[in-house]
């Protein structure tokens, strides 16, 4: 007895997602489902019995096909969405009496599918595309308006501590470096046509595609039951040069022979990533921060179809000023090269057998494989700050 929650899988698959984990969100009472990034193939935090646990994590326990994994990545990237039967969610401390501290978050029982005995062979393809983009951008100031709004801070410092001055007076009369407006701004605030103005943010975001695919066998006979499948998954991110792949294979096999049921559940699967420093500080080569803070008044790339740089740090009036640091962030996303690789075995085999009826002993055994590697490359081509 206790508090389950049972997800609609006919309406899971309904939703474009690249794990199962995504078509989670609002589908279950009291059931948190949240992304705090938007990185392909990222896990989402999933909340059962709020943050007060036994451990100091927050995640549930999850259980595919009776065997318990503590790692949400790992489930969601060999578990396909359409080889998932049921979805239940054990959401009160009837868990913990069941799984023991693990289960003190909550508990995601997951069933995969299996073939029937006696059925014929049936063959399911599935295959999906859909486009993701940036619902919305940070609506910023055009080149123009930027030198304007320049102007004005350089036109305070200089009226604040020169009093008497003017702020029409030239650089030539202004004392110091940072009184000054830099000479680069001075044809933008003269209103000249034809100059540059770079949108950083549509220099750095695109629309994505996402591919699904999915192939699988199921069918029996008499004494034998099975479920073979195989999947792919190929999604770009909304940020240039970012991407996750996911391959999978998995196969559900069962005997029967009299009292005696004998099967293993084996599932592989292979993700690869490219991943963009999305969410990190500009100074730390973060991409969508750089491209917030960069200014209009420069262009992505050079005549000779260079990256430009001179937004880092360019505009220099004397030894005391400088107007800024940062790195062309089309250059930090299409040269920083930081690539993770997951391979993943998860096998159980098990031996049932029916005492008498109604009542059945179950043993099984269970094998999980967990490989990362991340490869990261930031060239010399890329100027430090300042």
């Not at 549509?202 to 199921?218: K, P, Q, T, V």
């Not at 999978?248 to 559940?265: A, F």
């Not at 490219?274 to 803070?293: C, E, H, M, Q, T």
């Not at 090269?337 to 993943?344: G, K, L, P």
Request: hydrophobic share 30%; charged share 20%; no cysteine.
């Amino acid at each position: 007895t206790g508090s389950v929650g049972e997800v609609d899988i006919e309406e899971m698959d309904k939703i474009q997602s690249a794990n199962f984990d995504q078509a989670l969100v609002g589908k279950v009472p009291g059931v948190l489902v949240t992304q705090t990034t938007g990185q392909p193939g990222s896990n989402l935090n999933i909340l059962i019995r709020g943050t007060g646990t036994l451990n100091s994590e927050n995640q549930p326990l999850y259980v595919v096909d009776g065997v318990p994994i503590s790692s949400s990545g790992q489930v969601t990237e060999f578990v396909n969405l359409e080889d998932i039967k049921s979805i239940q969610i054990l959401k009160d401390a009837a868990s913990a009496a069941i799984y023991g501290s693990r289960g003190s978050n909550g508990v995601v029982l997951i069933t995969t599918k299996k073939g029937k005995y006696g059925e014929k062979l049936n063959i399911n393809f599935v295959h999906s595309t859909s486009l993701q983009q940036v619902s919305k951008k940070i609506d910023m100031m055009n080149a123009y308006q930027y030198a304007e709004l320049s102007k004005g801070g350089h036109d305070a410092a200089y009226l604040q501590e020169v009093p008497t001055g003017s702020a029409s007076d030239p650089n030539s009369v202004r004392p110091i470096g940072y009184h000054k407006i830099p000479e680069e701004l001075l044809p933008y605030i003269n209103g000249e046509a034809g100059l540059n103005d770079t949108d950083w943010q549509d220099a750095i975001y695109r629309e994505a595609l996402m591919h699904r695919y999915s192939l699988s066998l199921s069918g029996g006979t008499e004494g034998l039951s099975y479920y073979v499948s195989a999947n792919h998954t190929n999604q770009e991110g909304i940020i240039i040069n970012s991407d996750y792949q996911k391959t999978g294979i998995r196969s559900n096999l069962e005997l029967r022979h009299n009292k005696l049921t004998v099967g293993v559940n084996l599932s592989t699967s292979l993700t690869q990533e490219n991943r963009v420093n999305a969410n990190g500080p500009y100074f730390d080569d973060g991409i969508v921060a750089s491209a917030l803070k960069m200014s209009p008044t420069w262009p992505v790339y050079n005549t000779d179809g260079s990256y430009n740089f001179e937004g880092n740090g360019a505009w220099r009036i004397g030894t005391d000023y400088q107007h800024n640091e940062i790195l062309n962030p089309v250059a930090l996303a299409n040269e920083i090269q930081n690539t993770v690789d997951h391979r993943n075995i998860l096998s159980n085999v098990y031996a049932e057998y029916e005492i008498i009826e109604g009542l059945r002993y179950r043993s099984s055994f269970a094998y999980n494989y967990n490989n990362y590697s991340n490869e990261y490359f930031r060239p010399r081509t890329l100027p430090m700050r300042g």
